[in-house]
């Protein structure tokens, strides 16, 4: 039972590259969070998806998209990177019985290290 | 939406002390209250949490008490030992809003 796998783990990219940051649950959760976590600012919620088929902006979404995939994927896709976006981004699961809520434990995916350069 | 404050940010204490981190927030319908560990270069797990409709908590060496007239929540650690050097972070859950963590209180204990 491997909870929630993210990938990459480490990433470097030049401003202005693209990416997409990948995320799998196979808890058979209904909700899924991106979170990013800032030195001294706790972890911010970037996007979530409440159900299969559904997004919803969080605190901090500007220059990101994302996607349900199915309801164990979702990914995070940054289109033109920028220094500001260097952070450590953290994909989260839970069984999230409301929209934008957790409602009970959430897990978190291992993280990824992005640097924009 | 929720607003979540923690303090302090920073605790450093020595190895069988005890440990307070305290949390206010904003949205009196908030009803469920997480706190989570996270180690250097780990992901957040959670430790324990309550519901509004309950006091307090235990588990071992760590408990949580909720004051809901004050919309303050609190994490103690008795007995303290050098693997409970983590970040801490609470979290506030409104019924009507988005999941808010604080901002983290960085744990030191001293051997």
């Known amino acids: 039972n491997a909870g929630v796998t993210q990938t990459p783990k480490f990433q470097v990219l030049k401003t202005g590259q693209s990416m997409t940051l990948q995320c799998a649950q196979d808890?058979?959760?209904?909700?899924m969070y991106w979170y990013r976590q800032d030195p001294g600012m706790g972890l911010r919620l970037i996007y979530y998806s409440a159900s299969e088929g559904t997004t919803d902006k969080g605190e901090v979404p500007n220059g990101y998209n994302v996607s349900r995939l199915n309801k164990r994927e979702f990914s995070l896709r940054l289109e033109s990177a920028a220094p500001s976006q260097t952070s450590v981004y953290f994909c989260a699961s839970s069984e999230g019985l409301r929209q934008g809520g957790w409602n009970t434990e959430a897990f978190f995916g291992q993280g990824t290290r992005l640097t924009v350069v | 939406g929720e607003n979540v404050e923690q303090h302090p940010s920073t605790l450093s204490v020595q190895e069988g002390d005890s440990a307070v981190i305290k949390c206010t927030y904003s949205d009196s319908a908030s009803n469920y209250f997480p706190w989570y560990k996270q180690e250097l270069g780990k992901r957040p797990q959670l430790i324990i949490d309550i519901r509004s409709n309950v006091g307090e908590k235990k588990d071992q060496r760590i408990a949580v008490t909720l004051n809901k007239t004050a919309k303050h929540f609190s994490l103690h650690i008795t007995e303290t030992q050098p693997e409970d050097s983590a970040v801490y972070f609470c979290a506030a859950d409104p019924p009507a809003g988005k999941s808010t963590f604080g901002d983290g209180t960085t744990l030191t204990v001293k051997p």
């Open positions: 808890m058979n959760h209904n909700s």
